[in-house]
């Protein structure tokens, strides 16, 4: 089983930028498709991003696109989420997670069967 950890999120101002890290330890997620997910306050869960094992697919929620990018280093065996002009409704604490499934990534929360504790990011108006 592998585990997860974020590091990276703070408090920026809006247009500002932050990189998120997913690190995994306990087995190689090499197989693992990785997703971040976010809550604000008072609201569900989103799925922001996520990355296929190889990195072959990506996909990005739409509030995102454009300003985020999400990328792989199986090395490190870790994922990072690079955050440009972040605004302040990109408040939330984020969240990594992993799938291992031969159907590739889901858009869908209880698809994800390991979590990390969460990082929280703040963006000041």
């Known amino acids: 089983q592998v585990q997860l950890v974020e590091s990276g999120g703070g408090l920026v101002q809006a247009g500002g930028s932050l990189r998120l890290s997913c690190a995994a330890s306990g087995r190689t997620f090499t197989n693992y498709h990785i997703a971040w997910f976010r809550q604000a306050p008072g609201k569900e869960r989103e799925l922001v991003t996520a990355i296929n094992w190889s990195s072959s697919t990506t996909y990005y929620t739409n509030s995102v696109k454009g300003r985020f990018t999400i990328s792989r280093d199986i090395a490190k065996n870790t994922v990072y989420l690079q955050m440009n002009s972040l605004k302040p409704e990109d408040t939330a604490v984020y969240y990594c997670?992993?799938?291992?499934?031969?159907?590739?990534?889901?858009?869908?929360?209880?698809?994800?069967?390991?979590w990390g504790q969460g990082t929280q990011v703040t963006v000041s108006s």
């Open positions: 997670a992993a799938r291992l499934s031969p159907l590739g990534v889901s858009l869908t929360r209880t698809d994800y069967r390991t």
